[in-house]
T-cell receptor, first 118, second 116 residues
Framework: GNSVTQMEGPVTLSEEAFLTINCTYT??????LFWYVQYPGEGLQLLLK?????DKGSNKGFEATYRKETTSFHLEKGSVQVSDSAVYFC?????????????????FGQGTILTVHP | GAVVSQHPSWVICKSGTSVKIECRSL??????MFWYRQFPKQSLMLMAT?????????EQGVEKDKFLINHASLTLSTLTVTSAHPEDSSFYIC????????????FGDGTRLSIL
């Protein structure tokens, strides 16, 4: 079945530091990949996505590249801010050619807590 | 665009009562809606998938009679926790997606349910 593995947190950084949160996946076929962010007490917000190999998703200074050869979708940001403190979830979405019951469902990683200090 | 509204955001009720949570897609037609449960400091656990006009598909281990899901229109799905007990206390989140295999799911802000 599909699975997503994220680096364990929590991750604690100083403001303006470089951020990398690793994400690797196992899936049948060619899934779409997503990063979601969850602020305390809220639902999830889509941060960025990539739908095919070598696609780069980007938003609000965050980037992630769909690497099929390494089955990875690592999240990066060059200079984090205190307001980036949140929980980040990597996720994949099964596609029709994966068959079975995986179609359309999101499979989430365990989440990575990021805390940025001033 | 792609806004999902979830209501209520927070509910406290006595053990044995039933609680209904609404999930609405405000600016798009959601062919599929998903209901998740999230425990503190954990990831989201998919409970069920609902398609407009058809019965929901529940994940293994989720009680269909406990968690009733209705998806009567392309903009509204409801989750009813029947005869709720303290162990049902959790953060429930819905998401909605429109047609297309690579379309993302858009999430509501969640409902904090506390059963006394």
């Amino acid at each position: 079945g599909n699975s997503v593995t994220q680096m364990e947190g929590p991750v604690t950084l100083s403001e303006e530091a470089f951020l990398t949160i690793n994400c690797t996946y196992t899936a049948t076929g060619y899934p779409s990949l997503f990063w979601y962010v969850q602020y305390p007490g809220e639902g999830l917000q889509l941060l960025l996505k990539a739908t095919k190999a070598d696609d780069k998703g980007s938003n609000k200074g965050f980037e992630a590249t769909y690497r099929k050869e390494t089955t990875s979708f690592h999240l990066e940001k060059g200079s984090v801010q205190v307001s980036d403190s949140a929980v980040y979830f990597c996720a994949l979405k099964g596609l029709a050619n994966a068959g079975g019951t995986s179609y359309g469902k999101l499979t989430f990683g365990q989440g990575t807590i990021l805390t940025v200090h001033p | 665009g792609a806004v999902v509204s979830q209501h209520p955001s927070w509910v406290i009720c006595k053990s044995g009562t039933s609680v209904k949570i609404e999930c609405r897609s405000l600016d798009f037609q959601a062919t599929t809606m998903f209901w998740y449960r999230q425990f503190p400091k954990q990831s989201l656990m998919l409970m069920a998938t609902s398609n407009e006009g058809s019965k929901a598909t529940y994940e293994q281990g989720v009680e269909k009679d406990k968690f009733l899901i209705n998806h009567a229109s392309l903009t509204l799905s409801t989750l009813t926790v029947t005869s709720a007990h303290p162990e049902d206390s959790s953060f429930y989140i819905c998401s909605a997606s429109y047609a297309g295999s690579n379309q993302p799911q858009h999430f509501g802000d969640g409902t904090r349910l506390s059963i006394l």
